[in-house]
């Protein structure tokens, strides 16, 4: 059913915005992954929480270095 609703919306788009549904077609697979897994893993794998865990913690040790000499810097922390 949310492929079928997938391409119903790519399609309603395609007339007014062609490339945002060949972008909808391209992302479909990546999008819709979740549905690969059991439904009882769905709200897990829908959370957020992972993601902004892990941004919090950039966010709380940038900003002990301040400012990073290059890029090799940023990619150690």
Do not use: C
């Amino acid at each position: 059913d949310a492929h079928a609703q997938w391409n119903s919306v790519a399609d309603a788009l395609r007339e007014r915005a062609p490339k945002l549904a060949e972008l909808m077609d391209e992302a479909r697979d990546d999008v819709l992954a979740y549905m690969t897994f059991p439904k009882e893993h769905w709200a897990q794998i829908a959370s957020t929480n992972p993601l902004e865990r892990l941004n919090g913690e950039i966010k709380r040790r940038t900003d002990v270095v301040g400012i990073f000499p290059n890029a090799a810097a940023i990619v150690r922390l």
